[in-house]
């Protein structure tokens, strides 16, 4: 029984699940949560997920929301498939989940509040606020000041080879970069930009907007 997947496919987190299990080779069927509908809210839905937010995962009888847990379920139970992504000693998974805790705390709070702000509310015709932009951009760049320190050091966030602690920033950098003209947050940035053109040319992440481009409701390696 394939994997299911709901949400919304343009939306950030399912995006980040999407891409966890391309990079494993996982079929996967996707489910349509319409999130400007509200569909999320509906107490069918949050029987599932009782904070009416997405994604949501149906694993045969398995069932998991929040995207990060649900990464780290793929990643462990397909460790031998595609790259490894936990890392492989106790030291190389305790570096992958401290950039994930970076990730979850200090770099997409201020970029959500970008992208929501720049993006999502002016394509629904609302005005965003920028005040409050600004200053998660001002913030945002001082956190990718650390990236940047890091990545002088290392090639990926947790080493040498890419893991969730990379994986789980590509969804909403994307907007950041493509959607809101932010770019040039990386330019004096050199490490992190190669970073970014690094893991934003990932294969499976460009299969995962494809198939987002597609409308498509079934994944197959």
């Not at 997947?5 to 966890?20: E, L, S």
């Not at 999130?35 to 107490?43: H, L, N, S, V």
């Not at 002016?122 to 650390?146: C, F, H, T, W």
Request: glycine share 6%; hydrophobic share 45%; with cysteine.
């Amino acid at each position: 029984m394939a994997v299911k997947v709901y949400g919304k496919p343009q939306a950030v987190c399912p995006q980040r699940v999407m891409h966890c299990l391309v990079e494993k080779g996982v079929p996967f069927e996707f489910v349509l949560v319409d999130i400007d509908a509200m569909e999320q809210k509906r107490p069918e839905y949050m029987e599932k997920h009782p904070f009416g937010q997405v994604p949501f995962i149906a694993d045969g009888d398995f069932e998991l929301f929040e995207s990060r847990a649900i990464v780290r379920y793929f990643a462990a139970k397909y460790a031998d498939r595609g790259p490894n992504l936990l890392g492989r000693t106790a030291e190389e998974r305790a570096k992958v989940e401290q950039w994930l805790d970076v990730e979850a705390i200090s770099y997409s709070p201020c970029a959500f509040t970008i992208v929501f702000n720049l993006f999502l509310l002016p394509i629904r015709g609302l005005p965003g606020n920028k005040g409050e932009a600004v200053a998660a951009m001002e913030k945002l760049d001082k956190v990718l000041e650390v990236y940047e320190k890091q990545l002088s050091r290392t090639k990926y966030l947790a080493g040498d080879e890419f893991t969730l602690a990379d994986l789980t920033h590509i969804p909403v950098t994307r907007y950041i970069v493509e959607h809101c003209g932010l770019a040039y947050l990386l330019d004096d940035k050199p490490h992190a930009k190669a970073w970014w053109e690094d893991v934003s040319r990932r294969p499976a992440w460009k299969k995962v907007m494809s198939f987002v481009a597609s409308g498509a409701s079934f994944y197959s390696p």
